[in-house]
């Protein structure tokens, strides 16, 4: 960057790539902060993901269990991926709930998106909940050694609760969809 530019209160003076591969990219720029004092700021962008729940028929939540290299320890997720370039995200999300787990959705909705720590990482994640389930043949990248976790939905919503899930899309998009699944059954109702 080679001219001034303002990030809402903040006047980036000149920013520089440190980091950069296929997944994220570290930047790091000389600012003038909100109290006029020179700074640094460092950001992490990493390429917007999905995160899918599935819900069968009789309300099982359909999740995953991967070690991850970063927390060095399993994670219990919903269906979790990097959108690809140019790629719609429910499309993604589509791929990702068929590759890792071999589930296909007649009817996938969106529920929102989120950025999962707001202070120096860009790295939205767009969530959607999966109905009307069928089942096919996995088809997991092969670094993804991955475990179905098949619960009723309503412990998983405990799980969240008792921070046995902790992947943060998972558990925004675990609330967001119990709320949803409560207020539409209650719809029906009246």
Not at 4 to 31: A, H, I, M
Not at 94 to 109: A, C, F, P
Request: hydrophobic letters at 40%.
């Amino acid at each position: 960057m080679t001219k001034e530019q303002n990030k809402g209160p903040w006047t980036v003076k000149q920013s520089t790539n440190r980091f950069k591969n296929e997944w994220l990219e570290l930047l790091e720029d000389e600012v003038i902060r909100p109290d006029q004092e020179l700074g640094t700021f460092a950001t992490i962008r990493v390429r917007p993901g999905v995160s899918v729940l599935a819900i069968d028929d009789d309300l099982n939540a359909y999740l995953t269990a991967e070690y991850r290299y970063a927390i060095e320890e399993e994670s219990i997720e919903v269906v979790s991926g990097a959108i690809e370039v140019d790629e719609p995200p429910l499309v993604a999300a589509t791929r990702e709930l068929r590759e890792e787990l071999g589930i296909v959705s007649e009817s996938i909705m969106s529920l929102g998106m989120v950025h999962p720590l707001t202070s120096m990482l860009h790295s939205p994640a767009h969530l959607f909940l999966a109905r009307n389930l069928s089942f096919v043949q996995a088809s997991p990248e092969s670094v993804e050694l991955i475990r179905l976790v098949k619960v009723p939905f309503a412990k998983a919503v405990s799980m969240v609760m008792d921070s046995e899930i902790k992947h943060a899309p998972s558990c925004v998009l675990i609330l967001k969809a119990d709320q949803y699944l409560k207020v539409t059954s209650e719809e029906l109702k009246s």
